[in-house]
């Protein structure tokens, strides 16, 4: 069977999506979830058996892990991830590596803050290999300006350095966008397109989120197709509102939706990530989960990844 994968709409069932992924010419990305939906439900060992289970049995092939979730983290970490609306649980302490290995999934890659991997590369690059990724990937930078030209400049030039240090121990570094990437620097040009094109794909790559872009009114798509092969992981989300019946307002206040549950064009971006070659396809959603079980949300947002990854 020949499948080309640039081909509109490849819908295929599990029996055929697993033959095919054993093709050495054809490689189907991993369905995976981000670690961040699973504080709530993973902050005992049993619990967190049962929620990877959970995972693994609707269809999930991997797991995409946090630094600052898979060690004891400060309270004052605890509690700003809380008001964000993620809380980041008390799952420190487990045995990560061996409940991730017993639940059958694999670890697409673990997000590190970069002033981490600037400190103890070594450190990192151990724990990479540890949980079986060549991904490191940065979430973002917190208190930083991504309007200031020069600062992002800097940031550039940093994220460089520091994917050269990582490449020397056979990990490669990737860069994770939220909405602030996408403030301008001058006129036509967003801190984003700035990164794209300082940086240097030897040493940095990305890991494209494309619900923060969308939330910001920019064509993530067209990103998307921008970044060609530099598109190495895909965080995939929907956009939406919950709201039932009549509302007070004409003006609704849209959030995170269940997979195919919202208004973005994700058969369209399933695509060009594809197209693109990544690895994985990464499951994010954002505390608006249905019956507010993330577990819940995860195994519908499943449908669509059975159907379109």
Known sequence: MMLCRKSRRLLIDEK???????????????????QIMLGTVTAKEKQAVETLSAIKKAGYDGIELNGFMIRPT????????????????????????????AAGLSVVSVHEDLGTIQREPQTVIEEAKKFGTKYVVITGMYRFDYSDESAVRKLAEDLNEAGKGLKG???????????????????????????????????VNFEFDSYWPTEAGVDALQLMRQLGDR?????????????????????LK????????????????????????????????????????????????AEFMKKYV
């Open 16 to 34: 055929t999506r697993e033959v095919i992924r054993e093709q050495e010419d054809i490689v189907m990305p991993m369905r995976a979830v981000q």
């Open 74 to 101: 400060s309270f004052m970490v605890r509690m700003m991830t809380k008001m964000a609306g993620m809380p980041v649980g008390k799952g420190g302490n487990l045995d990560w590596a061996g409940l991730v290995k």
């Open 169 to 203: 121990g056979g990990v490669e570094l990737l860069y994770h966008n939220h909405n602030c990437e996408f403030r301008k620097v001058s006129k036509g040009k967003t801190a984003y397109s700035m990164l794209m094109e300082e940086t240097d794909p030897a040493y």
């Open 231 to 251: 598109l190495k992981l895909y965080h995939i989300n929907d956009r939406g509102s919950r709201v039932a019946g009549a509302s007070m307002t004409p003006i």
């Open 254 to 301: 849209s959030d995170s939706m269940e997979l195919g549950y919202g208004n973005m064009n994700l058969e369209a971006l399933v695509e060009q990530a594809k197209v693109a070659g990544v690895d994985a396809v990464i499951l994010e959603s954002h505390k608006n989960w249905v019956d507010k079980s993330p577990v819940k949300s995860i195994q519908l947002s």
